[in-house]
């Protein structure tokens, strides 16, 4: 429901990226939904246990690649680090 009411507003961008194509949203794109509309939405979700539980799976499996990604960062932040002490030496 949300993501048609979204896309009927703003239409999907495709932009080629190294790993195929990756679909954004217009930068303008005015995201806000109905109030009916997410009401009804919520009600959904809280009457199925199988929507709640992909939805935990699918936020944990995020919360696993943003992780990941701090991770990431710290260690290239520390190799950083450790070229610019190479070049000053």
Partial sequence: MIQTEVLAKCNDIYIKSRNGYQIVLPKNCEKSIK????????????????LKKDLRSLIGNETGKVNNLMTIKTQLNDLVELLQNLVLE
Avoid: N
């Fill in 35 to 50: 109030y009916d509309t997410t009401k009804s939405v919520v009600g959904i979700f809280s009457q199925d246990e199988s």
